[in-house]
């Protein structure tokens, strides 16, 4: 598995999982979780796990002994209410959202998502659904369109100056590889920017990706959608990597709090131990937060 599942211990312990419940897990990546899971619900807890990307929910093949206890669908955590109702998934003791992409994704998929591999700018998580690529974000959008996105999404500093620069470098020729952004990156930013210690590129590669991928407003649709599905006293738990994923479900979590639909259960979140952060230097911004339906 390239993927290592972040904070496994705390969703189990978190979610309350024993056995014979059941489970969904929205995000099923390489199925870290969902095994983990699955061991702890034994004999007969079973989950309903959800994988957008097509190409890394074909590569999974379950055992034959867990073909009975996990039901695993490709599609889209924003139609979570109608994938639970199709499967007769019920009833459902709690819920984990992952979000973001998997390690897969940066290492494997081919799809533009690291700044340090030479690939076509894409970035789809699913590239049968999804119409945009990040080319064509990068190719063909308006500048003020560009900088916002670099600024809402990746909270980048210099989004004006690098959408500026896009907009001259494309008019040479149209900019189609990860190296070719990450060049335009790095002589437009000052150098004491370029100097930190997460690379300067790093801001306009997430918000691109939430952009092509839609991914905040997934999440609020995800999270909305899961309330409806679970019972009360069964749980919520998301796993964010970034402070606007991070917001937004402090948000959520607080609102229905406030409306007496959800009770929430870590009043600040829960962040990996130190010995996580040695193993899997991945975990090391990784939030838990959960919540327990009223
Ligand atoms: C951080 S990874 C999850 C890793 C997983 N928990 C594991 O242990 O391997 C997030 C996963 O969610 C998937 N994903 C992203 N958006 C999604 C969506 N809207 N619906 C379902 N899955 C989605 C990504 O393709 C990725 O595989």
């Known amino acids: 598995m390239i993927h290592r599942s972040v904070l496994a211990k705390e969703i189990i312990q978190y979610l309350k999982v024993e056995p014979n419940k059941n489970f969904i897990d929205a ?11 699955l061991e702890k619900t034994k004999p007969n807890g079973k989950v309903l796990a959800i994988e957008y990307d097509p190409i890394l929910y074909r590569s999974f093949t379950p055992s034959p002994g867990l073909q009975k206890r996990l039901i695993l669908i490709n599609d889209s955590y924003t139609n979570l209410e109608k994938i639970v109702k199709d499967n007769n998934f019920s009833p459902v003791h709690g819920i984990l959202f992952d979000l973001g992409v998997s390690m897969w994704h940066f290492k494997k998929s ?13 970035m789809r998580i699913n590239p049968y659904k ?9 190719n063909e959008y308006p500048e003020q369109e560009i900088e916002k996105i670099l600024r809402e999404f990746g909270e980048e500093k210099f989004a004006k100056r690098i959408a500026k620069a896009i907009v001259l470098q494309r ?3 149209p900019i189609l590889t990860t190296l070719e952004l990450v060049e335009i990156v790095e002589r437009t930013v000052p150098r004491w920017y370029r ?8 801001r306009v590669f997430q918000a691109l990706r939430i952009a092509v991928n839609n991914e905040l407003e ?17 749980r919520i738990a998301v796993i964010s990597f970034h402070s606007l994923e991070d917001r937004l479900v402090k948000k959520f979590f607080k609102e229905k709090a406030s409306n007496n639909i959800l009770k929430i259960i870590t009043k600040k979140p829960i962040v990996s131990s130190r010995e996580e952060i040695i193993t899997n230097p991945a975990s090391r911004s990784a939030k838990l937060r959960v919540a327990e339906l009223i």
């Open 27 to 37: 995000t099923f990546g390489q199925g870290g979780h969902t095994l983990a899971i």
């Open 110 to 122: 081919r799809r533009g998502f690291s700044f340090q591999k030479n690939e076509i700018l894409d």
């Open 171 to 173: 008019k040479e020729k």
């Open 218 to 234: 997934n999440i609020k649709k995800g999270l909305e959608q899961s309330l409806k599905v679970l019972f009360s006293g069964s």
């Open 195 to 202: 100097k930190q210690r997460i690379h300067c590129a790093t």
């Open 130 to 138: 999804e119409k945009i690529p990040a080319y064509k974000i990068i």
